[in-house]
């Protein structure tokens, strides 16, 4: 009987999406972003909006099947000799935690414009589809006013795929817990993942970029050798990004290539001075820093937040997971 109970646990486990294994693992999505494909088996879902240039109407592009990839047919369709951008990614966790092009906030007045929709095409599970392909000035937010996100001193988690082939050191390519105001509110008012090459602590080496923790007024670094002795650059096609953080003590950095293998744990330990306890606020960033600094370039396939401290366990079956997905340029 203990042996059945294993077996169906781990198959369990191979046939879910990443937010049913963290739920399994107890820590929940409580939002869950991609362009890409579907973060939940079941999900059958809106992915992402686009609106095209010539007479700036919308279309919502879902996925294929349910728990599957992108309809990128129906983009291409939509957006065929025009100029598409990406106007909301929707959230797949049922808490309408939406991300839309983001407004004005405390280093950028202007706000953001949103990312071309046919920057970049790629392969996942075979078929065609679309990155959020973030340039200087562009980026997305939720002011947090939904439910679920950590805020004060709760436990949350961070994972995303992104690209080592498009970054740049500018502040912020981040994706996470921002302030809800669009306001630098001080330290520990965030808990974000960072990937470029930025470097609050330098020397920074191994020329990057890296994966990295921005709790606000500080990236704590996968690139400084000072700070981290283990950190490693990840100039990689498809990179998988994982942050955690217990909102009193520790947090923790991970790292790995999207298309095989594992993930690696850059940093484990203790929190910065000053960041005990953290103050997050619940907002939710893409592409830029908590105050807006959208001065930075990245790119966005899948990531989600979650509630609580996942479990090794638990990250290590993700990246499984999004090994098995096959991205591939």
Not at 199 to 220: I, M, T
């Amino acid at each position: 009987m203990q042996i059945f109970l294993v077996l169906a646990l781990v198959f369990s486990i191979a046939t879910c999406a990443p937010c049913d294994i963290y739920a399994n693992g107890g820590t929940p999505c409580v939002c869950a972003h991609s362009t890409v494909r579907a973060l939940f088996e079941a999900y059958k879902g809106d992915l992402y909006q686009v609106q095209r240039g010539s007479d700036r109407t919308t279309k919502n592009i879902s996925v294929l099947s349910v728990g599957g990839v992108a309809n990128s047919a129906d983009q291409d369709a939509f957006c065929e000799n025009t100029a598409c951008n990406i106007t909301i990614i929707f959230d797949q966790s049922g808490m309408s935690n939406h991300l839309t092009v983001g407004g004005p906030g405390g280093a950028n007045p202007r706000g953001n414009t949103p990312a071309n929709a046919t920057a970049e095409s790629i392969t996942v599970q075979g078929k065609k589809a679309y990155s959020v392909y973030i340039n200087v000035g562009e980026g997305y937010f939720h002011d947090g006013s939904k439910s679920g996100i950590p805020t004060g001193a709760e436990p949350g988690g961070i994972y995303m795929v992104t690209s080592g082939t498009h970054y740049d050191s500018g502040c912020c390519f981040d994706y996470g817990n921002g302030e809800a105001n669009h306001r630098d509110n001080g330290d520990a008012h965030m808990n974000a993942i960072y990937f470029g090459t930025g470097c609050s602590f330098g020397p920074c080496e191994g020329g990057g970029p890296w994966v990295q923790a921005d709790l606000e007024n500080g990236l704590f670094s996968g690139g400084s050798k000072s700070w981290n002795a283990n950190q490693k650059s990840f100039p990689l096609p498809f990179v998988t990004a994982m942050e955690k953080n217990d909102g009193t003590s520790r947090f923790a950095l991970k790292g790995g290539n999207a298309q095989s293998g594992e993930v690696i744990t850059l940093y484990e330990g203790g929190l910065p001075p000053g960041y005990s306890p953290m103050k997050v606020e619940g907002g939710i960033i893409l592409g830029t820093g908590g105050d807006d600094s959208s001065w930075s370039s990245g790119t966005f396939y899948e990531g989600a937040m979650l509630k609580g401290y996942p479990s090794d366990a638990t990250e290590n079956a993700v990246q499984d997971d999004i090994v098995k997905a096959g991205y591939s340029k």
